[in-house]
């Protein structure tokens, strides 16, 4: 039984658009187009949504599917975030393919998490055999107006 990690850079991470084609709806200190693409930096992507809303962010992870001829196994999904005031992880959603693997709603967590804690910025997985590709999709909610800044993300997998 072998443990790998794949992670990816915050900055690969995506804003799920609403309705009208926007992201965040502000841009970060005048910087045009961050309200879409985000302020990307070397330590991170950051985005600055609206008060009194919640956003979807996209990360994709490198999956490895199967190795030496056995499929790999979720085990733990990671995120190392900052969010600002008044804003709150609130969902994490680990997809494998078209299939949600897993659903963690009415999460409450704010502040910097640099750190791997469990149940704050580490989740256990269970132990279900990756099919397709893994994607892991995170929801903040903003109670007032306010930045967060996605560091990186990371899944465990076994096989």
């Not at 009194?52 to 995120?79: E, K, Q």
């Amino acid at each position: 039984m072998s443990l790998q990690a794949m992670w990816v850079h915050g900055n690969s991470a995506d804003i799920e658009l609403n309705k009208l084609g926007r992201g965040s709806g502000e841009d970060i200190d005048g910087r045009n187009w961050t309200a879409i693409g985000g302020l990307r930096r070397g330590w991170g992507v950051e985005y600055r949504c609206q008060d009194n809303s919640n956003y979807w962010f996209h990360f994709a992870i490198p999956t490895p599917v199967i190795d030496d001829g056995v499929r790999s196994r979720l085990r733990r999904v990671m995120l190392l975030f900052t969010a600002g005031a008044g804003v709150t992880l609130s969902s994490v959603h680990v997809w494998d393919g078209p299939n949600r693997v897993l659903e963690l709603n009415g999460l409450a967590i704010g502040g910097a998490n640099l750190s791997l804690i469990d149940g704050r910025s580490s989740f256990a997985l269970p132990n279900n055999e990756v099919r397709w590709g893994i994607g892991v999709s995170v929801q903040f909610h903003f109670a007032d107006p306010g930045n967060v800044i996605l560091h990186t993300a990371g899944v465990d997998f076994e096989s």
